[in-house]
């Protein structure tokens, strides 16, 4: 982290700069996981972190789209295309929304995030649930049963300071055609902030990541940002290629994950002559909204109707709210997991069930990406999403011996 003094703290309101200048100074001493650190409250954002989920599918047509082409390298080619165009609602909406990024809400063990889309792809699901809260884990699965796609994974997030925050994302995703029996191994992008020392901290993503696929070809996708003289933030560069051959490139995609990107065939010299095969534009690309149940249908455990009162508080601006509400579910929580204990029992995930590796289709995917492995260890185990426990759930959603509301032990 550098910047003149002068320069510290220009995009924080004055009012807000002296607690700003101190989080600044606190997080550069602290040691440990700082996503258990209290931020400043105008950087609190009102969404959970089992809400990121959601992002995987606010472009359901490019979701499904792979489903419909027999060609299976550009079936993989799709599927690249698709994983691009969730970059920029997973790591920068929130920064287009409130001019900065925002630090989420720490979801309670539990906690759950239901909702679909409904366009011209059909109906579109989502189940996110936060399995883990030591380490803090979110599972989820995304699925559409027109046209055969599906989606599941889990991440955890350890976030680290060297002079700015680091944040290192463990887990992966699996991406499934039925149709095809194919399926898709991604790997989770690490990520750092930058203009942290301006006060107006936004993400950028680095080094790269992997799509390795079952019809045996792998994506690779190199991120870069704005250096000090050159580049654009927001920057990648993506090539797809036979499985152990990274030097013959079928396809390669390069430009601004937040902007636009175009997809050539071929790579190297060759490509820059020539002519683009599509040009997406990450800005004009409509999303759809997702569609969940109003608050007082939803369960007490669900994202938006347990943390309402919290989100209100920020939004109010008032944190003795902020405080009290917080405090009630993490009280709660603290009691649950207790009598747990006393019990000799463990809390019974709603929609995810924990597996052990090795994992064959992990296992088969991996083989292509250097260095990518598991750390069960690090996520409290290999999560899957469990269909007995969907067809349970679906009808009888509130799970027995839980309480009404999460900050409310009864």
């Known amino acids: 982290m550098s910047g003149s003094s002068k320069d510290e703290g220009a995009g924080v309101a004055p009012q807000n700069k002296g607690s700003w200048s101190s989080f600044l100074?606190?997080?550069?001493?602290?040691?440990?996981?700082?996503?258990?650190?209290?931020?400043?409250?105008f950087i609190l954002g009102t969404t959970s972190l089992t809400e990121f989920s959601a992002y995987w599918t606010e472009h359901p047509s490019i979701f499904v789209a792979p489903a419909s082409e027999p060609d299976p390298a550009k079936r993989a080619l799709l599927v690249l295309k698709w994983f691009l165009s969730t970059l920029k609602q997973s790591y920068s909406s929130r920064n287009d929304k409130f001019g900065s990024?925002?630090?989420?809400?720490?979801?309670?063990?539990?906690?759950?995030?239901?909702?679909?889309?409904?366009?011209?792809?059909?109906?579109?699901?989502?189940?996110?649930?936060?399995?883990?809260?030591?380490?803090?884990?979110?599972?989820?699965?995304?699925?559409?049963?027109?046209?055969?796609?599906?989606?599941?994974?889990?991440?955890?997030?350890?976030?680290?300071?060297?002079?700015?925050?680091?944040?290192?994302?463990?887990?992966?995703?699996?991406?499934?055609?039925?149709?095809?029996?194919?399926?898709?191994?991604?790997?989770?992008?690490?990520?750092?902030?930058?203009?942290?020392?301006?006060?107006?901290?936004?993400?950028?993503?680095?080094?790269?990541?992997?799509?390795?696929?079952?019809?045996?070809?792998?994506?690779?996708?190199?991120?870069?940002?704005?250096?000090?003289?050159?580049?654009?933030?927001?920057?990648?560069?993506?090539?797809?290629?036979?499985?152990?051959?990274?030097?013959?490139?079928?396809?390669?995609?390069?430009?601004?994950?937040t902007d636009c990107f175009t997809i050539k065939a071929g790579g190297g010299s060759s490509m820059k002559k020539a002519e683009p095969i599509e040009m997406y534009n990450a800005k004009t690309s409509k999303t759809t909204p997702l569609i969940v149940a109003p608050l007082d249908q939803q369960d007490p455990y669900e994202s938006n109707r347990a943390w309402q009162h919290v989100a209100a508080g920020i939004q109010k601006g008032d944190m003795d709210t902020v405080h009290v509400e917080?405090?009630?579910?993490?009280?709660?929580?603290?009691e649950l997991r207790k009598k747990e204990q006393a019990e000799g029992r463990e809390w019974q995930r709603r929609f995810f069930s924990r597996s052990s590796p090795p994992n064959p289709i992990f296992e088969q995917l991996v083989k292509p990406i250097p260095g990518e492995r598991i750390e069960a260890d690090k996520t409290g185990g290999v999560w899957r999403f469990d269909e007995a426990k969907k067809e349970g759930n679906v009808s009888a959603p509130t799970q027995a011996a839980r309480p009404s509301d999460p900050g409310e032990l009864k």
């Not at 019809?215 to 704005?226: E, H, L, M």
């Not at 030097?247 to 390669?252: H, R």
């Not at 405090?327 to 603290?334: A, D, F, G, L, Y």
């Open 25 to 41: 100074k606190s997080i550069a001493s602290f040691n440990g996981d700082l996503s258990s650190m209290t931020a400043p409250p």
């Open 326 to 334: 917080k405090s009630k579910i993490e009280n709660s929580q603290r």
């Open 101 to 257: 990024e925002k630090k989420p809400l720490n979801p309670f063990l539990g906690e759950l995030f239901l909702g679909k889309w409904e366009d011209a792809a059909g109906t579109t699901n989502l189940v996110s649930e936060q399995v883990s809260h030591h380490p803090p884990v979110t599972a989820y699965c995304i699925w559409n049963d027109k046209h055969g796609v599906k989606l599941e994974g889990y991440n955890a997030q350890k976030a680290s300071f060297s002079r700015t925050i680091h944040i290192k994302q463990i887990g992966h995703a699996l991406y499934t055609l039925a149709s095809h029996n194919e399926s898709y191994l991604i790997t989770l992008p690490a990520l750092h902030i930058e203009g942290l020392i301006y006060g107006k901290p936004f993400v950028e993503l680095n080094s790269c990541t992997y799509i390795s696929s079952s019809s045996g070809y792998v994506a690779k996708i190199d991120y870069s940002g704005k250096g000090w003289v050159s580049g654009k933030k927001n920057s990648f560069t993506a090539t797809l290629y036979p499985a152990g051959k990274e030097k013959d490139i079928l396809y390669t995609i390069e430009g601004q994950w």
